[in-house]
């Protein structure tokens, strides 16, 4: 990789060439402003076409059945539980949900490009990334009732995921605090020569706060394997791109770092896959940065919060959901390959859908975590303070037990 | 300092000399220098402008015999000393922040980059909540990270990364994951001249803060034992290191590693009449006003210094106010909401009846921290010796 050092040749200003220690650049002695360009931005990569024929045949990752139906299986399975979660949060079952809807391509292609052992920093809506690499259902759904098999320990909000075993960071709402963490992980990843990549994921909202500048500037000067997977979905809650940025979207800042930039069809299985591999391969190879912009669109609403009909026309949605899918792409493409048809497609469907239920049913049931996990893990171990508020608590609870909704919770 | 003609006249005479130094281009001091001596009105100096001594006289701790050799060192010589320890035994330790490549603004990192590699000393961009994020990420990747804020004064654009994040990691996780490999170092407190952005306390802010744990040493032997216990904590924390001691504080430092332990408070001096309770520059402030109270008022005082603000050991101070039955806590920061607030709350609520006179508090006012009024700002040691009058008379 070349990067610009410190001149070491003694400065002579005899030369009319510039001698500053800011930049390398030659002098220019007319005066105009580089443009930028928006009207015709960063291209944006893909293998397929919206009807899920490859365009190109030399770009087809050419993955074997089982991989590419794994991939739809992946994707549906998490449309499926999305769909059963979001209902259960409209019924109260649970408090609130974000989906995934039409971004599963977004996080199946990635995920199947690293490695197991690399490291992932996500934001919110990365879900199929942690399906993809074995979450059971029964923990999604746990963390989301937050009951007492949640690894969690039932701290946080629903979709607040994390797993030390499938090397899945977890999740916290403030936006874009992953990207620097992200560096310096991959920082220390780099110290030990494991060979693993770090992969943070982030929407193009969060990618306007302090910490996304400052993790992609970290990550470049200090020679960090790590790919910035920019979920670019058209908006943030309500605010579409337009509101959010005025440049060439996120990919076209990446140069601006020093760092390879992509951009690419983010519906797109196949192109995610090759791109995020190819990344990976890189990142971990030349210890730099990759920024990859993958362009999608948010077909449901931001959250259970939301009702995104007040911002934009079901007429744009439907374009998204009908026209443009990552799931129904990928069935064009199994169907045309041989490997799937409406028989496959009903089975899996029941399958699927039972496989979901039955986690939902067994999550419902199950009690909630012990309220003394209330004041555990502040620390890594106990203070004397707090086990006086925690021993206060219970004398509290003893004496006012018939206002406290004890029978939820493990004794 | 000059009048135009003064000015101008010695503008001539250097162009008079004709040397290619005393063309207006020239860098260096020759220029200024040679206008401040033509200047009739530098010869002599106005009293307000000479530099005000230090409030506090530095009282060195003895030299500790458990160990091992010592070396004369001052401050920042101790915090190097520590980190060389660490990075030393600790192959995964790495030092980041602005400048501390060349050994930092304050020389607390001179020489470890040369000993010990640029991959584990390094300079970051100059962006603090990067610095704080990419240390909780280097952390969360089972490395230690000692992150340098150059100034506690600029370590507000990286609270939400240390209030949100760090404190957070391990509780909201359920364990899974920690950041407990971070420290967090900056220089902090008052130095003379410091005024609003280079010299603040700012620890209060942090108190409030569960999951973090902050200290402060009153001088070179304390600030190695705890910066140690720091790195070998497994929680994230905050060091902060008292800037106007650097160079002032010089004592016998043990050159092997030692480890003072965090949330105990030390009785620096006995007393049975009342107590004092401070942390960092200002503990040297109190033991010498409690000479003061001996020597002019015959009242005893007891002074402790507190040494970790979060999480604090309230049954040390509390056992002291038990016996004394009197309370005095000090501090620079400003006094609404400044940590003496937290202990005053604690103690009357543990020692009402025990109390002779109401808790005082001596500290900052409630202003920014000003440049040229910093003597009259700061709780030195005459505020604090008016307030043992009151409380003694109660």
């Known amino acids: 990789q070349v990067h610009l050092t410190r001149c070491q040749q003694p400065f002579d200003s005899s030369v009319e060439k510039p001698q500053f220690p800011g930049a390398s650049a030659e002098f220019v002695d007319h005066l105009e402003f580089i443009q930028p360009n928006v009207i015709s931005g960063i291209p944006i990569y893909r293998v397929m076409d919206r009807q899920g024929q490859i365009i190109n045949p030399s770009e087809d990752p050419k993955l074997p059945k089982e991989t590419v139906l794994n991939f739809y299986q992946k994707m549906t399975l998490l449309n499926t539980m999305d769909r059963i979660l979001y209902e259960s949060q409209r019924q109260g079952r649970i408090s609130f949900y974000m989906t995934n809807y039409g971004e599963e391509g977004t996080h199946i292609g990635s995920a199947a490009a690293l490695e197991p052992n690399d490291l992932v920093f996500g934001q919110y809506r990365e879900a199929g990334v942690l399906m993809y690499r074995g979450f059971p259902l029964d923990l999604f759904m746990a963390q989301c009732y937050a009951n007492a098999d949640d690894l969690g320990k039932g701290r946080q909000m629903p979709v607040h995921y994390g797993c030390r075993d499938l090397n899945f960071v977890t999740i916290s709402s403030p936006l874009a605090t992953q990207l620097p963490q992200a560096a310096g992980a991959a920082y220390a990843l780099k110290r030990e020569n494991s060979n693993r990549a770090v992969v943070c994921y982030f929407g193009e909202g969060a990618a306007s706060e302090g910490d996304a500048h400052a993790g992609f500037n970290f990550a470049a000067t200090l020679e960090c394997p790590l790919i910035f997977f920019c979920r670019n979905n058209g908006y943030a809650i309500s605010t579409p791109t337009d509101e959010q940025y005025r440049g060439d979207g996120i990919a076209a800042r990446g140069p601006g770092y020093g760092m390879l930039s992509i951009r690419v069809d983010g519906n797109d299985v196949f192109a995610v896959y090759n791109v995020t591999k190819e990344a990976r391969r890189r990142a971990v190879a030349e210890n730099q940065p990759f920024l990859i912009e993958a362009m999608t669109y948010r077909i449901g609403h931001h959250s259970t919060s939301d009702d995104s009909s007040a911002y934009r026309s079901v007429d744009e949605v439907n374009y998204w959901d009908k026209q443009d899918h990552p799931i129904s792409r990928l069935r064009h493409y199994m169907t045309a390959c041989g490997w799937w048809g409406e028989e496959e497609e009903r089975a899996w469907r029941k399958q699927s859908r039972k496989l979901v239920m039955e986690a939902f049913e067994r999550a419902e049931k199950r009690l909630k975590p012990h309220p003394d996990l209330l004041f555990t893990d502040v620390y890594n171990e106990m203070t004397p303070g707090l086990d006086q508020q925690r021993e206060s608590f219970w004398r509290h609870i003893q004496q006012y037990k018939e206002h406290y909704p004890l029978d939820l919770y493990e004794k | ?394």
């Open chain 2, 1 to 394: 300092l000059l009048t135009t003609s003064a000015m101008m006249a010695a503008v001539r005479l250097l162009l008079r000399t004709g040397s290619s130094s005393s063309s207006f281009s020239c860098v260096h001091s020759g220029f200024g220098a040679t206008l401040l001596r033509l200047s009739p009105s530098c010869s002599s100096r106005p009293k307000t402008q000479k530099r005000h001594a230090a409030h506090f006289t530095y009282q060195p701790d003895p030299v500790p015999a458990e160990y091992g050799p010592t070396v004369k060192m001052n401050l920042f010589q101790s915090v190097t000393s520590a980190l060389d320890n660490r990075l030393a035994t600790d192959p995964t330790a790495v030092i980041f922040g602005e400048d501390v490549a060349f050994g930092g603004v304050f020389r607390c990192t001179v020489g470890l980059r040369d000993k010990y590699g640029k991959d584990r000393v390094f300079n970051t961009p100059l962006c603090e909540q990067g610095i704080v994020g990419f240390g909780i990420g280097v952390a969360a990747a089972g490395a230690t990270a000692i992150a340098e804020i150059q100034f506690a004064d600029y370590i507000f654009p990286a609270f939400d990364q240390i209030v949100n994040e760090a404190a957070k990691y391990r509780y909201r996780s359920g364990n899974l994951f920690d950041c407990g490999n971070l420290t967090i170092r900056a220089p902090w407190g008052c130095v003379g001249h410091g005024s609003l952005y280079h010299s603040q306390s700012p620890e209060a802010f942090f108190a409030h803060c569960p999951g973090l744990k902050i200290v402060v040493p009153r001088g070179p032997i304390q600030a190695k034992g705890l910066l140690l216990s720091c790195f070998a904590d497994k929680n994230p924390c905050i060091f902060f290191e008292p800037k106007i001691l650097y160079r002032a504080a010089v004592e016998q430092v043990p050159t092997e590693p030692y480890h003072i332990p965090l949330s105990q408070a030390e009785v620096v001096q006995e007393g049975s009449d009342m107590t004092f309770v401070a942390w960092g520059t200002q503990v040297h402030v109190m033991r010498e006003v409690a000479t003061m109270a001996q020597e002019k008022l015959g009242v005893s005082c007891e002074v402790i210094d507190l040494r970790t603000i979060l999480p604090w050991d309230v049954e040390t101070i509390c056992k002291s106010v038990v016996k004394t039955g009197r309370l005095l806590i000090s501090h620079e920061a400003p006094v609404t909401g400044g940590f003496a607030a937290e202990i005053s709350s604690t103690v009357q609520e543990q020692c009402f009846l025990n109390l002779e006179a109401p808790i005082t508090r001596v500290c900052g006012y409630d202003t920014p921290f000003p440049h040229i009024f910093e003597p009259f700002y700061i709780p030195d040691k005459w505020k604090c010796f008016e307030a043992v009058k009151r409380m003694i008379s109660y």
